[in-house]
């Protein structure tokens, strides 16, 4: 699973392509959902095989009637959305500034 798929994450959606064939998918391309809950599908019994994901995300904006958990989505739908600012990206590097190479 994403290391980054945890209960109150942010995460903008990058495929709203059908949830299954003929039925249309309640997702927007490019809007951004907060997960709720994370689900593990089970594997196929008759062929022991994952399907297109085997990690699902239950978005607290997003009611699915055509899921079995309302609003379970594959993780792979989904990327996170980074909240850093300038300033904290460039405390991870100010200490890397601050030191004195040595001749080898």
């Known amino acids: 699973m994403a290391h980054w ?56 904006e997003v009611r699915n009637p055509y899921a079995w958990i309302d609003g379970a989505f594959a993780v792979e739908r989904f990327r996170p959305i980074v909240t850093r600012t300038q300033e904290q990206d460039l405390e991870h590097f100010t200490p890397l500034l601050n030191s004195v190479e040595e001749p080898a």
């Open 5 to 60: 798929a945890k209960p109150g994450v942010k995460c903008v959606c990058i495929d709203a392509g059908d949830h299954d064939v003929g039925r249309p998918s309640p997702l927007v391309l490019g809007s951004v959902y907060t997960i709720c809950s994370l689900v593990n599908w089970p594997r196929d019994k008759t062929s022991g095989r994952l399907g297109w994901s085997q990690f699902g995300l239950v978005l607290e």
